[in-house]
């Protein structure tokens, strides 16, 4: 059975914070195609949309059932599993919604030329006064590189001025070597550079600010004889603080995940350790303090499947557990999240 690989809620003490960690998650699995904030959930068939919904839960006699929605996260897809919109909902009130409109790499060459252009007829333009944009289509003429700009789409925002440019570069094999992103007016934030190995296996991703100073970076492993990947996440001072190792089955369906995170000296502070079902339909989450050798916590969870196997809704319990006891408070909400999911056409020969 086909469906998403790695799509699961990290603890947290809300809803808000929980789902926010779920995209985050989700689009962290895209990284190779062009960066965690551009790309869609992978799953398969190919997304077009996802809604992922924190509902207010409701009690009805012994049971719980979703409410009002808390929290809505939507995105939506081109068919190269791009995104072409991202909004957020909090009780109805909108806090974000952006628009991605990308450009080919020969548009991407005719900006840069229509900035030139525009250089030359300011009498007052020279090399030292270059702006950073500039710049990088001076360096980069040659190379082929593409663009996605992106517009605030709230309520009293410029529908049509761009809040931030984005300018991929490639390598020889057409994935993406570099991002270049810059702000309203036109100033680099960011560099990132993405390192890859044998066989164009994503190794690293590095994000720089403009003085070339690292800000982050994630490094990937992987084992094919046991089926682990992981991604370790350093700070500015390349400091560990956070590691994800992820077990498959041989199918591709996760099973088993570890996230740990970490203080100076690379201390473990805190883990998780999710197991899921072979079907996907449920699992459970042990939550790990500092260095005890017993769980503090237990989520078990269970899930609805669509006919290709993707969750469409979760319902979370959490228990304490005591010297080895497992103990429940009949009376504590559970999480409930809902995911609503279009799909591009099935690949021929596949159905649901």
Request: proline share 5%; glycine share 10%; charged share 30%.
């Amino acid at each position: 059975m086909l469906r998403d690989k790695r799509i699961t809620i990290p603890n947290t003490g809300t809803a808000a914070g929980a789902l926010a960690l779920l995209i985050t998650g989700m689009l962290s699995l895209a990284v190779p195609a062009g960066g965690a904030d551009l790309a869609c959930p992978r799953m398969t068939p190919p997304v077009r949309s996802l809604s992922v919904t924190g509902a207010q839960p409701l009690r009805r006699g012994k049971s719980w059932r979703a409410g009002k929605p808390q929290t809505v996260f939507s995105t939506l897809c081109d068919e190269r599993g791009m995104k072409t919109e991202e909004s957020e909902y909090s009780h109805d009130s909108l806090v974000r919604k952006e628009r991605f409109v990308w450009k080919s790499i020969a548009e991407a060459r005719r900006i840069c030329a229509a900035r030139k252009s525009e250089a030359k007829l300011a009498t007052s333009f020279s090399e030292e006064n270059r702006g950073p944009l500039d710049e990088f289509c001076r360096e980069n003429k040659k190379k082929d590189f593409d663009a996605v700009f992106v517009f605030d789409m709230a309520p009293g925002s410029d529908p049509d001025k761009p809040v931030r440019r984005i300018f991929r570069l490639f390598n020889g094999s057409g994935l993406t070597a570099e991002e270049h992103e810059f702000g309203e007016l036109a100033d680099l934030e960011t560099r990132t550079v993405y390192e890859y190995g044998p066989g164009n296996a994503l190794l690293s991703r590095t994000d720089h600010a403009p003085d070339g100073s690292q800000l982050r970076k994630e490094v990937y492993s992987s084992d094919k004889a046991s089926g682990y990947r992981s991604v370790s996440f350093f700070d500015a001072n390349n400091q560990l603080k956070r590691r994800t190792s992820s077990g498959y089955g041989p199918d591709g369906t996760l099973l088993k995940e570890t996230d740990s995170s970490y203080e100076t000296g690379e201390r473990e502070i805190g883990r998780t350790e999710t197991s899921y079902s072979a079907k996907g339909d449920g699992g459970r989450e042990l939550v790990y303090r500092g260095d005890l050798a017993r769980p503090l916590e237990e989520y078990r969870f269970r899930r609805k499947l669509d006919g290709y196997g993707n969750w469409t809704e979760e319902i979370r319990t959490k228990a304490a557990i005591y010297e080895g006891k497992r103990i429940t408070d009949p009376g504590t909400a559970p999480r409930i999240t809902r995911r609503e999911i279009g799909y591009f056409p099935a690949p021929s020969g596949q159905s649901r």
